[in-house]
Protein backbone atom coordinates (compact mmCIF):
# COMPACT_ATOMS: atom_id res chain seq x y z
CA UNK A 1 0.00 0.00 0.00
CA UNK A 2 2.89 2.51 1.39
CA UNK A 3 5.63 0.86 -1.60
CA UNK A 4 7.04 3.72 -3.71
CA UNK A 5 5.28 5.10 -6.64
CA UNK A 6 6.67 4.40 -9.92
CA UNK A 7 8.31 7.80 -11.04
CA UNK A 8 8.07 6.92 -14.82
CA UNK A 9 7.44 10.34 -16.44
CA UNK A 10 9.00 13.44 -15.16
CA UNK A 11 7.18 16.08 -13.01
CA UNK A 12 5.26 18.64 -14.78
CA UNK A 13 6.60 22.32 -13.43
CA UNK A 14 3.43 23.15 -11.36
CA UNK A 15 4.15 19.29 -9.70
CA UNK A 16 7.95 20.66 -9.55
CA UNK A 17 6.47 23.92 -8.18
CA UNK A 18 4.08 22.31 -5.89
CA UNK A 19 6.05 20.19 -4.34
CA UNK A 20 8.93 22.92 -3.26
CA UNK A 21 5.84 24.61 -1.71
CA UNK A 22 5.36 21.66 0.34
CA UNK A 23 8.97 20.99 1.10
CA UNK A 24 9.27 24.78 2.41
CA UNK A 25 6.01 23.69 4.36
CA UNK A 26 7.33 20.57 6.00
CA UNK A 27 10.56 22.60 7.16
CA UNK A 28 9.12 25.12 8.82
CA UNK A 29 5.55 23.81 9.76
CA UNK A 30 4.90 23.03 13.55
CA UNK A 31 4.25 19.26 14.49
CA UNK A 32 0.88 20.53 14.99
CA UNK A 33 0.43 22.19 11.69
CA UNK A 34 2.03 19.49 10.08
CA UNK A 35 -0.46 16.58 11.54
CA UNK A 36 -3.58 19.74 10.70
CA UNK A 37 -2.42 20.77 7.50
CA UNK A 38 -0.41 18.02 5.46
CA UNK A 39 -1.67 14.46 7.01
CA UNK A 40 -5.21 14.78 8.16
CA UNK A 41 -5.91 15.76 4.57
CA UNK A 42 -4.12 13.39 2.85
CA UNK A 43 -5.37 10.28 4.99
CA UNK A 44 -8.74 11.81 4.46
CA UNK A 45 -8.38 11.73 0.92
CA UNK A 46 -6.88 8.54 1.06
CA UNK A 47 -10.35 7.10 2.36
CA UNK A 48 -9.73 6.86 5.71
CA UNK A 49 -12.61 7.43 8.11
CA UNK A 50 -12.44 9.79 10.98
CA UNK A 51 -9.29 10.45 11.03
CA UNK A 52 -8.88 12.22 14.21
CA UNK A 53 -6.32 14.04 15.77
CA UNK A 54 -5.23 14.66 19.36
CA UNK A 55 -5.79 17.97 20.73
CA UNK A 56 -2.86 19.07 22.88
CA UNK A 57 -4.31 18.27 26.44
CA UNK A 58 -5.32 14.40 25.40
CA UNK A 59 -1.78 13.64 24.21
CA UNK A 60 -0.54 12.15 27.37
CA UNK A 61 -3.42 10.81 27.63
CA UNK A 62 -3.41 8.66 23.89
CA UNK A 63 -0.71 7.02 25.37
CA UNK A 64 1.97 8.01 21.73
CA UNK A 65 -0.95 8.20 19.58
CA UNK A 66 -1.23 11.71 17.83
CA UNK A 67 -3.80 10.47 15.43
CA UNK A 68 -5.87 7.86 15.23
CA UNK A 69 -7.97 7.06 12.03
CA UNK A 70 -10.36 3.97 10.38
CA UNK A 71 -10.55 1.80 6.78
CA UNK A 72 -13.34 0.18 6.26
CA UNK A 73 -12.72 -3.44 4.36
CA UNK A 74 -14.76 -3.98 1.28
CA UNK A 75 -16.36 -6.56 3.84
CA UNK A 76 -17.41 -3.96 5.79
CA UNK A 77 -15.00 -4.48 8.77
CA UNK A 78 -12.84 -1.75 10.13
CA UNK A 79 -8.96 -1.95 10.46
CA UNK A 80 -7.60 0.51 13.06
CA UNK A 81 -4.65 3.20 12.62
CA UNK A 82 -2.63 5.01 14.49
CA UNK A 83 -0.18 7.98 13.41
CA UNK A 84 2.90 8.93 15.56
CA UNK A 85 4.13 12.55 14.10
CA UNK A 86 7.29 13.79 14.13
CA UNK A 87 8.23 17.12 13.16
CA UNK A 88 12.20 16.25 13.29
CA UNK A 89 14.28 13.79 11.31
CA UNK A 90 14.14 10.66 13.27
CA UNK A 91 17.73 9.24 13.37
CA UNK A 92 19.69 6.02 15.62
CA UNK A 93 22.83 8.51 16.53
CA UNK A 94 23.19 8.15 20.16
CA UNK A 95 20.44 5.07 21.02
CA UNK A 96 20.37 6.47 24.81
CA UNK A 97 17.35 7.21 27.11
CA UNK A 98 16.66 10.71 25.63
CA UNK A 99 17.59 10.52 21.65
CA UNK A 100 14.33 10.89 19.50
CA UNK A 101 14.66 7.32 18.35
CA UNK A 102 14.27 6.01 21.65
CA UNK A 103 11.49 7.97 22.23
CA UNK A 104 9.66 6.44 19.24
CA UNK A 105 10.14 3.42 20.18
CA UNK A 106 8.53 3.69 23.86
CA UNK A 107 5.53 5.61 22.50
CA UNK A 108 5.59 3.37 19.77
CA UNK A 109 4.96 0.31 22.37
CA UNK A 110 2.21 2.27 24.33
CA UNK A 111 0.16 2.75 21.01
CA UNK A 112 0.46 -1.02 19.79
CA UNK A 113 -0.14 -1.92 23.63
CA UNK A 114 -3.38 0.74 24.53
CA UNK A 115 -6.98 0.03 22.99
CA UNK A 116 -8.52 2.93 21.55
CA UNK A 117 -12.36 4.08 21.87
CA UNK A 118 -14.13 4.16 18.89
CA UNK A 119 -17.40 6.02 19.55
CA UNK A 120 -19.19 4.66 16.71
CA UNK A 121 -18.52 1.38 17.80
CA UNK A 122 -18.77 2.15 21.26
CA UNK A 123 -15.51 -0.31 21.69
CA UNK A 124 -12.35 -0.35 22.63
CA UNK A 125 -10.35 -1.77 19.69
CA UNK A 126 -6.61 -2.50 19.24
CA UNK A 127 -5.18 -0.94 16.51
CA UNK A 128 -4.08 -2.78 13.47
CA UNK A 129 -1.06 -0.76 12.16
CA UNK A 130 0.69 2.16 13.47
CA UNK A 131 2.30 5.04 10.97
CA UNK A 132 5.53 6.59 11.97
CA UNK A 133 5.49 9.92 10.10
CA UNK A 134 8.37 12.37 10.01
CA UNK A 135 8.42 15.70 8.31
CA UNK A 136 11.98 15.04 7.85
CA UNK A 137 13.98 12.08 6.79
CA UNK A 138 13.58 8.54 8.84
CA UNK A 139 17.22 7.51 8.34
CA UNK A 140 17.73 3.50 7.22
CA UNK A 141 19.60 3.25 10.85
CA UNK A 142 16.58 4.17 12.67
CA UNK A 143 14.43 1.98 10.94
CA UNK A 144 16.78 -0.68 11.59
CA UNK A 145 17.20 -0.16 15.17
CA UNK A 146 13.76 -0.06 15.93
CA UNK A 147 12.61 -2.92 14.18
CA UNK A 148 15.25 -4.48 16.24
CA UNK A 149 14.10 -3.72 19.26
CA UNK A 150 10.36 -4.80 18.76
CA UNK A 151 9.57 -8.73 18.73
CA UNK A 152 7.72 -9.79 15.21
CA UNK A 153 4.54 -9.40 17.05
CA UNK A 154 4.87 -5.92 17.48
CA UNK A 155 6.91 -5.46 14.46
CA UNK A 156 4.45 -6.03 11.59
CA UNK A 157 2.04 -3.38 13.14
CA UNK A 158 4.93 -0.43 11.93
CA UNK A 159 4.56 0.90 8.66
CA UNK A 160 7.42 4.13 8.24
CA UNK A 161 6.23 7.01 6.27
CA UNK A 162 8.99 10.32 6.37
CA UNK A 163 9.44 13.31 4.12
CA UNK A 164 9.94 11.31 0.50
CA UNK A 165 7.26 9.56 0.77
CA UNK A 166 5.51 12.29 1.70
CA UNK A 167 6.20 14.37 -1.38
CA UNK A 168 5.91 11.48 -3.90
CA UNK A 169 1.91 11.07 -2.02
CA UNK A 170 1.39 14.43 -4.20
CA UNK A 171 1.60 12.41 -7.40
CA UNK A 172 -0.50 9.35 -6.08
CA UNK A 173 -3.18 11.34 -4.42
CA UNK A 174 -1.70 13.45 -1.92
CA UNK A 175 -2.35 17.05 -1.21
CA UNK A 176 -2.94 18.90 -4.34
CA UNK A 177 -2.52 22.13 -1.99
CA UNK A 178 -1.56 22.21 1.83
CA UNK A 179 -5.65 23.61 2.35
CA UNK A 180 -7.75 20.59 1.60
CA UNK A 181 -10.74 21.91 3.57
CA UNK A 182 -14.19 22.03 1.75
CA UNK A 183 -15.46 25.06 0.01
CA UNK A 184 -19.07 25.66 0.51
CA UNK A 185 -20.77 24.97 -2.56
CA UNK A 186 -23.48 27.65 -1.72
CA UNK A 187 -21.31 30.03 -0.45
CA UNK A 188 -18.13 29.75 -0.67
CA UNK A 189 -16.73 29.86 2.94
CA UNK A 190 -14.30 27.54 4.32
CA UNK A 191 -16.22 24.33 5.36
CA UNK A 192 -15.42 22.26 8.84
CA UNK A 193 -15.30 18.82 9.07
CA UNK A 194 -17.67 17.07 11.78
CA UNK A 195 -17.89 14.15 13.21
CA UNK A 196 -20.73 12.30 15.89
CA UNK A 197 -20.33 12.64 18.92
CA UNK A 198 -19.04 9.99 21.29
CA UNK A 199 -22.30 10.06 23.19
CA UNK A 200 -24.78 10.20 19.90
CA UNK A 201 -25.89 6.42 19.54
CA UNK A 202 -28.97 7.44 17.22
CA UNK A 203 -27.75 7.36 14.07
CA UNK A 204 -26.03 3.75 15.06
CA UNK A 205 -30.31 2.24 14.81
CA UNK A 206 -30.45 3.98 10.98
CA UNK A 207 -29.81 2.05 7.65
CA UNK A 208 -26.53 3.95 7.53
CA UNK A 209 -25.10 7.06 8.12
CA UNK A 210 -22.07 9.18 7.15
CA UNK A 211 -19.25 9.29 9.60
CA UNK A 212 -18.56 12.52 8.73
CA UNK A 213 -19.22 15.62 7.02
CA UNK A 214 -18.58 19.39 6.07
CA UNK A 215 -20.46 21.77 7.72
CA UNK A 216 -20.92 25.43 6.99
CA UNK A 217 -20.56 27.83 9.57
CA UNK A 218 -21.75 30.50 7.50
CA UNK A 219 -25.00 28.80 5.94
CA UNK A 220 -25.46 26.33 7.53
CA UNK A 221 -25.05 23.98 4.53
CA UNK A 222 -24.37 20.40 5.06
CA UNK A 223 -22.69 18.65 2.67
CA UNK A 224 -22.08 14.90 2.85
CA UNK A 225 -19.77 12.93 0.82
CA UNK A 226 -20.52 9.12 -0.63
CA UNK A 227 -17.14 7.86 0.27
CA UNK A 228 -17.85 8.36 4.26
CA UNK A 229 -21.23 6.54 3.99
CA UNK A 230 -21.33 3.36 6.52
CA UNK A 231 -24.26 0.57 6.27
CA UNK A 232 -25.18 -0.42 9.54
CA UNK A 233 -25.01 -4.27 9.17
CA UNK A 234 -24.00 -5.32 12.46
CA UNK A 235 -27.07 -6.30 13.88
CA UNK A 236 -26.15 -7.27 17.45
CA UNK A 237 -24.04 -3.46 17.95
CA UNK A 238 -27.91 -1.84 16.40
CA UNK A 239 -29.68 -3.56 19.14
CA UNK A 240 -27.16 -3.33 21.88
CA UNK A 241 -27.73 0.21 20.95
CA UNK A 242 -31.42 0.61 21.39
CA UNK A 243 -31.67 -0.87 24.74
ZN1 LIG B 1 -22.12 28.06 3.09
Known amino acids: MWSKPQQTCPLSHEEIVQRQKLANFLDTASEDDFTEKAI ?3 FQRLGFHRVSPSGHTEKTLE ?3 DLWMKYQLPTSHWIYFCAQVKKD ?9 NSNV ?3 LTQARMAIDHPIFDPEANRKVLLDHLFLISAGEITQA ?8 LDAGQRRHIIFMDRDEFL ?23 MERRFHKPSETAYLLKPYYFSEWDYCKACRHVQHY ?3 KVYNKDRSLTSAAAT
Open 226 to 228: ENY
Open 89 to 97: KIDASGTGG
Open 142 to 149: ARMWLVEQ
Open 40 to 42: VPL
Open 63 to 65: FGK
Open 102 to 104: ATV
Open 168 to 190: DRLRTGGPSSLRQFMKCPKCSQE
